[in-house]
């Protein structure tokens, strides 16, 4: 039997959904598919705990990419505020007497080192 290619976090995810609505047992569904059950139930398992910590799929995560501010606050031009948002969600509203010594560790602390 010839070994069949890695499925992708996203491609789990549609099988466990197809899953959950089947009603079927993981044994039964799995195996109707050509899939190790323990593996279906684990990505079962592990899209929840995925769920529950608020990310995303490995495949949608996207590496946050950040450059350094050139500009001083005269950039802002009229505007009296801006906002980053961060891949996880977060949102730092910075404005044109934000310290960023301090906007450089609240993107830290939030995860974006």
Excluded: I, Y
Aim: glycine content about 8%.
């Amino acid at each position: 039997m010839a070994r069949q290619a890695r499925a992708s976090a996203l491609e789990w995810k549609s099988r466990v959904d197809s899953w959950r609505r089947s009603g079927e047992s993981a044994t039964s569904f799995a195996s109707r598919h050509g899939w190790n059950a323990k593996t279906l139930w684990w990505w079962g398992a592990e899209l929840e705990r995925r769920a529950s910590r608020g990310s995303r799929p490995a495949s949608a995560v996207q590496t946050p990419r950040f450059v350094e501010l050139v500009q001083g606050p005269e950039a802002f031009g009229e505007a009296a505020s801006l906002e980053l948002v961060l891949s996880l969600g977060a949102v730092v509203r910075v404005s044109k007497t934000t310290d960023l010594g301090l906007l450089r560790a609240v993107v830290a602390a939030v995860g974006g080192q």
